[in-house]
């Protein structure tokens, strides 16, 4: 049973200030990496992915994969209250032919003005 | 809009009743995905198509849910005798296969309420 574990929090965050959401995942044969991020009553909203190890950069977001350590995670800098909403970590394992994803619970992020 | 839709938005039903869901993906979208979502949690994989072949079904499909995609392009997905469990947000997403860095992008998801 694949599972991924996040911070349910609330983690609050000043404005300005950077946040940091963690995630952890138990297949090691998991092949890419996804944050969404959800608001109240809306559908996930991709935000990015990544699947080699290191750092990927769009904008504010930095996503970060530890492969050795089954660890991801995602850096949102110059935090705006607009960013309030729950960030929800996923995982794939495409490469045995399973496609779905597999969430975690989420982390609700408040970001404090 | 060239997103991923899905009817109804929001359904209320009362329990032992069925229901019926559509989703019409991206259009070049040749893949495309159930998943449901109760408060408090992330989305749970519920089955995926690839054009019109039913490729994966989580044990949480029991028997009592189906899903068809018979031309390839929308999907929907039936409930029989539904059950209060059953009340949840089911979101369709799609994505296009070949492309390595695709990724799934969701629908705005139907919220069920079996009462």
């Known amino acids: 049973q694949k599972e991924v574990e996040q911070n349910s929090g609330p983690l609050s965050v000043p404005e300005g200030a950077i946040a940091s959401l963690n995630c952890t995942y138990s297949d090691r044969g998991s092949q890419s990496f996804f944050w969404y991020r959800q608001y109240s009553g809306k559908s996930p909203e991709l935000i990015m992915f990544?699947?080699?190890?290191g750092d990927k950069e769009d904008g504010r977001f930095t996503a970060q994969l530890n492969k050795a350590s089954q660890y991801v995670s995602l850096l949102i800098r110059d935090s705006q209250p607009s960013d309030s909403a729950t960030y929800l970590c996923a995982v794939n394992d495409s490469g045995g032919g399973a496609d779905g994803l597999t969430f975690g619970k989420g982390t609700h992020l408040i970001i404090q003005p | 809009d060239t997103g991923v839709s899905q009817d109804p938005r929001h359904k209320i039903t009362k329990r032992g009743q069925n229901v019926t869901f559509r989703c019409d993906p991206i259009?070049?979208?040749?893949?495309l995905y159930w998943y449901r979502q109760t408060l408090g949690q992330g989305p749970e994989f519920l089955t995926y198509f690839q054009n019109e072949a039913q490729l994966e079904k989580s044990r949480l499909l029991s028997d009592r849910f189906s899903a068809e995609r018979p031309k390839g392009s929308f999907s929907t997905l039936e409930i029989q005798r539904t059950e209060q469990g059953d009340s949840a947000m089911y979101l369709c997403a799609s994505r296009f296969r070949e492309r390595v860095e695709e990724t799934q992008y969701f629908g705005p998801g139907t919220r069920l309420l079996v009462l």
């Open positions: 259009s070049e979208h040749n893949r």
């Open positions: 990544i699947y080699s190890n």
